[in-house]
């Protein structure tokens, strides 16, 4: 378990994907993230203290269940402060990583940012997901984005019975994946690295149930 900023610098370290390039371009954002935070409300202040723990590991997390040919495509849903789309990005730049936010603000500083951490494969869509032109991706992530029934209503479009789909729900990922009605998937809860109580869903999905396929 990473318990303290430290421990999360050393597991990144270890990481087959985390070079010396793209450790310091986790370092520029660390320290982008803390100087914007003060401008717009990116993450909450009180978690910048353990920001390589609660944002960084807890998004670079997602690669140990992702094989790197199922990466590319990547669509992270309502990325926020690009957590895990720019980590991801950043320790996969041989995979395309499409993030979607439709709050302009943060938008213009995540352009900002994939610019200055030389992200050429990733692309922000400044636009609400609804208006996003629908197209097949090999996994899927989103943060605290929306309940898991009406996040798998708003982007079930995206999937096909291959994509791969990473949820970080914390403590209700248990609760929300048994409350899921309606929906033919093979999803199951992993445990969080950096938080005891926390959970991932991740899995497949094949649409709605009783749909014809």
Do not use: Y
């Not at 479009?157 to 994946?177: M, N, V, Y």
């Not at 929906?183 to 009783?210: C, N, P, Y």
Request: proline share 4%.
């Amino acid at each position: 378990m990473i318990t303290t900023e430290d421990d999360a610098k050393d597991w990144l370290r270890a990481l087959p994907e985390c070079d010396d390039v793209a450790f310091a371009r986790m370092e520029q954002l660390v320290t982008s993230l803390t100087a914007e935070n003060e401008r717009q409300n990116l993450v909450s202040a009180g978690s910048l203290a353990s920001v390589w723990q609660r944002h960084i590991a807890d998004s670079a997390q997602l690669l140990s269940h992702v094989p790197r040919e199922t990466t590319s495509p990547w669509l992270d849903l309502g990325t926020g402060a690009g957590f895990p789309g720019l980590v991801i990005a950043a320790l996969r730049p041989e995979a395309r990583v499409v993030m979607v936010e439709s709050r302009p603000l943060r938008t213009a500083w995540l352009e900002q940012m994939r610019i200055a951490m030389g992200l050429t494969n990733a692309q922000i869509l400044s636009q609400r997901l609804e208006l996003v032109e629908t197209a097949p991706f090999r996994a899927i992530s989103a943060r605290a984005f929306a309940p898991l029934d009406r996040l798998l209503g708003l982007s079930a479009r995206f999937s096909t019975a291959d994509t791969l789909w990473l949820l970080p729900k914390g403590r209700s990922a248990q609760q929300e994946l048994h409350m899921l009605r309606g929906w033919d998937h093979m999803f199951h809860v992993e445990q969080s690295l950096t938080d005891s109580e926390a959970g991932i869903v991740v899995g497949t999905l094949r649409g709605r149930k009783g749909r014809k396929k």
